[in-house]
């Protein structure tokens, strides 16, 4: 089959979206199919990449925004007449209440051409939205959404209630299959962390946080607690991983960073910025336990990451992390904002170790059921036509 996969961003723009994309790009590819990628020519942070590129073998088609609305709110509809005439058996949208999804729904119908998305759980808390999205999103529900929704041949969510939340939006309930994001194979594997170690100067207790520096993924909350924790473990330090890729996300790091010293944590806490893959590796074979602490969190590919390397999860209740993580079994979950019941669940890992060596080994087992070889089985079906599931 031929299949253009549109989501609007891609590597080397980092995210949960673009590493599923990624992933399951590879897996088809290598099954013998040709995937293309369409998506947004300008990064997160404003800059524009190459019009054409390969990455990892993957063709990728990039398209220049003729308007933005916000982070993710920007109009390319360039990729339009070369989605029609492409001759795609599939067309796979990602991310759902986004320009381009609704013009992918629409070039289904017109090409002929099998149309699936994957909603990728758009449905943040009012709260960390902007005043702009907080007024469109009702209205795009109301007015867009329904007839979107029923466009598509197949929507796929990421979870359970992802599934519930679209079928209340238009979407037929015949048509919605649940499939959750996968992990590779290499997070299995052992990954040497003496270089990464020496590079950040790194020693005891390594709690880890791997993910963009984002408001949703709450890291003011984690800072709050690990001020408690570090009173408790003298040898605990704090690394926070990941680029700020967006000036609202660079004004957020700058945030943290002053928190940092307000609290009085600044010498055990590293902002390690953007990190190569083999770094991401070694960082998740060197922590002694992985926090995502999300706000808002639609799935979380690095819990299974994290996860599949053996380590203890802390998480949030949240819709993603919950339907993963089994409390008490394969991680920890608390309620999302509350610094005071992460900080006691931390210490309690870090101080119990039956618990967390329970805790590991119960996170592997879970993680070895999320290979990106099982997801594809059951995207390939979709794309066959064969009965959601």
């Known amino acids: 089959m031929k299949i253009a996969q549109v989501c609007p961003y891609f590597l080397p723009s980092e995210g949960g979206v673009e590493r599923h994309v990624l992933n399951t790009s590879e897996e088809l590819a ?35 925004p003729v308007a933005k609305l916000g982070e993710f709110g920007s109009l390319w509809p360039g990729f339009f007449p070369e989605i029609l005439a492409g001759g795609f058996d599939v067309i796979h949208a990602h991310s759902f209440r986004h320009p381009h999804t609704d013009i992918s729904a629409w070039s289904g119908r017109l090409s002929g051409s099998k149309s699936v998305l994957t909603s990728h759980s758009p449905f943040h808390p009012p709260g960390v939205r902007g005043p702009l999205a907080r007024g469109l999103v009702p209205l795009y529900d109301r007015v867009v959404a329904p007839f979107t929704l029923r466009a598509f041949d197949n929507v796929v969510a990421l979870t359970p209630g992802e599934a519930e939340l679209l079928a209340s939006l238009g979407a037929p309930r015949g048509r919605i299959s649940v499939i959750p994001n996968g992990v590779e194979s290499i997070h299995f594997q052992t990954a040497d962390y003496r270089a990464f170690e020496r590079k950040f100067g790194l020693d005891g207790t390594v709690l880890l946080y791997l ?17 408690y924790v570090a009173k408790e473990h003298n040898d605990a330090r704090l690394v926070l991983a990941g680029p700020a890729t967006s000036k609202e996300e660079v004004d957020y790091l700058d945030m943290l960073n002053q928190l940092t010293q307000k609290l009085g944590v600044s010498q055990r806490v590293t902002f390690t910025g953007r990190l190569t893959e083999e770094d991401k590796l070694a960082a998740l074979e060197r922590c002694s336990l992985f926090v995502l602490p999300s706000v808002y969190e639609p799935f979380g590919i690095v819990l299974l990451e994290a996860a599949a390397h053996g380590k203890v999860i802390v998480s949030t209740r949240t819709e993603g992390p919950q339907s993963i993580i089994r409390h008490g079994v394969n991680g920890v979950l608390v309620q999302p904002g509350d610094p005071t019941a992460l900080a006691v669940s931390l210490v309690r890992v870090l101080s119990d170790e039956p618990y967390r060596a329970r805790l590991s080994s119960q996170a592997r087992a879970m993680a070895l059921g999320y290979t990106w070889g099982a997801i594809v089985d059951r995207l390939e079906s979709i794309y066959r036509g064969e009965v959601p599931s």
Do not use: C, Y
Not at 47 to 60: A, E, F, H, Y
């Open 30 to 64: 290598r099954r013998g199919h040709e995937v293309h990628v369409f998506t947004n020519a300008q990064s997160r942070d404003m800059g524009l990449l190459p019009s054409q590129d390969q990455v990892r073998n993957i063709p990728v088609h990039r398209f220049k």
């Open 211 to 227: 993910g963009r520096i984002n408001r949703t993924k709450g890291l003011d909350t984690l800072l709050q607690s690990f001020a």
